[in-house]
Every structure is written in C-alpha cells, then in structure tokens.
C-alpha cells in the first residue's frame, strides 16, 4: 500500500511538472515571441550588418560606440524533458532551437533599443556569444537548462 | 573614451596603438537567485538575474578595461572582443580584450 502510494506521488508530481511545462511554459513562450514581433516591427529603416568596417556613415553624427545586450532564457520543463527523449534517438532538438532563437532576438533588439534611444539609426559588427551560466561544462554538477547570450556590436549614425 | 568593437572608427583617424588592454571578472549571484532560477527552469522564460548578472560583469570588465586604457594614455579602444568561461554553476567569468589606440580627427 504504501509503495503504491509511492509510485503515485512519482507519478503525479511528474505529470504535474510536464503540465506546467506545457500550460505555463507554452504560454511564456508565446507571448514571448509575440513581444518580440512586435518589437522588432517597429524597427523600420534601422539597418544592422555584421561587417567589420561601418557603411554609410554620416559625417555629422556622434560617434560610434560599442553596445552590449544580454538575454538568459530558461528552459521548461517539457522542453527539458523532451530533448532528454530526443537524446535517445537523436535528431533536431526542436523544443531547444526555440529557445535559441528567443534569446538571440531579444539579445538583439536589446542592442537595437539602446541604440535608437541614444539617437543611432545602425549597428555594424555584431557578434554573437553564449556564456554558460548554468554550468553546462562544469563537471560534477547538475546544469540548469538555460540559453545565455552576449550580443555586441558598434552602434553608429547612417547617411540618409 | 570611445570604445567601438570594429577596426577602424568611421570619422577619426588612429595616430598611436598603445596596445592590448584586458578586464576580467568573476562574478556569482546570491543563492537566492539560484533557487529561484532553479524554479524558472521549470516554466521557462526569462532569467532575470542571471540577465542581471551578466550585464554587472559585462560592465565591470569594460571598466577595468578602460582603465586599463586610460593609464596608456590611449583615448580609445578598437576591436574589443568578449569572451566568456565556465567557472562553476551559477556564476560567469566575462573576458573583454581590445587594442588602446589614440585616434585625431583628420584634418579638414
């Protein structure tokens, strides 16, 4: 009996924490994506290039500067859960590229805020980095399943 | 000072390169904030303090960089480039490196 009731709490806290993965996390994950749509529209005629020397620039403007932007983005649950399935078989890890390409985007558009506010129309040179926060390469230790990444680039003012 | 991460800065000519200055840090939050990233992990989305966390390092090795820099008697730093480390869990090592140089503008 009290095995059973065992079995039964292993059971149900599993099912519960996948639930929140997939009710919960789905949802962040959404919404996430819609904010960073419709951030990213409102970019108009910003120009970003990852060349190493700027192009187009305006004689007149202040002058360029590095600017940094950051995003560590957790991952859930079922995500976590489905790519240690996936481990099994192999193949595209989808539930991780999501997460990714969120921390990608907002790491960027980070960048794009910063530089429209202090009066720049165009970055150049980006590069794009992960950190590793949760201690993925660290032996001996549990990770935490999250995507950090470091986004520079110079900020500088284009002609026209 | 201007600090640009590209080779050369549009509108300014370099005279002087005074070398490779460097900054570092090592820098880990509070296990409270590791607690509840740890419940993060469970429902996705952003980790702020670990945002947070990067970000302070970030600027803690530009500084030192800067610094750096500025005992050089450099006015600018070109080409700098991040890396980062893995010490342990719940911590960052932020690497930043660039070349000193003293930019003039050209003359007209």
Same mark, same amino acid.
């Given at each position: 009996m009290e095995n059973a009731i065992g079995i039964l709490l292993t059971i149900g806290s599993l099912v519960f924490m996948l639930g929140l993965g997939y009710f919960v996390g789905g949802w962040r994950e959404r919404s996430h994506i819609q904010d960073l749509d419709r951030r990213e529209s409102g970019n108009g005629d910003f120009v970003i290039t990852q060349v190493k020397t700027a192009m187009d620039v305006s004689v007149n403007g202040p002058p360029p500067t590095l600017l940094i932007g950051e995003a560590v983005i957790a991952s859930d649950y079922l995500k976590t859960f489905l790519a240690s399935l996936r481990n099994l078989f192999g193949g595209e890890v989808r539930s991780y590229r999501t997460l990714m390409e969120r921390a990608r985007r907002e790491a960027l558009q980070r960048i794009v805020e910063q530089a429209r506010q202090a009066g720049y129309n165009a970055v150049c040179n980006v590069r794009m980095q992960a950190a590793d926060v949760g201690g993925s390469n660290v032996a001996g230790k549990k990770a935490m399943v999250m995507a950090a990444i470091l986004v520079s680039a110079t900020a500088y003012r284009r002609e026209g | 000072m201007i600090v640009v991460n590209t080779e050369t800065v549009p509108g300014f000519v370099v005279v002087a390169v005074k070398g490779m200055v460097q900054g570092n840090t090592v820098r880990a939050k509070h296990a409270g904030r590791d607690i509840a990233a740890g419940f993060k992990n469970l429902v996705g989305g952003e980790l702020k303090g670990? #945002? $947070? %966390? %990067? #970000? $302070?390092? +970030? +600027?803690? =090795?530009? $500084? +030192?960089?800067? =610094?750096? =820099?500025?005992q050089l008697g450099a006015n600018a730093i070109v080409n700098v480039r991040f890396t980062t480390s893995a010490v342990t869990a719940g911590a960052a090592e932020l690497y930043a490196y660039g070349t000193a140089v003293v930019l003039q503008e050209p003359p007209a």
């Open positions: - | 670990y #945002t $947070e %966390l %990067l #970000t $302070e390092s +970030r +600027r803690q =090795a530009v $500084e +030192r960089m800067m =610094a750096q =820099a500025q």
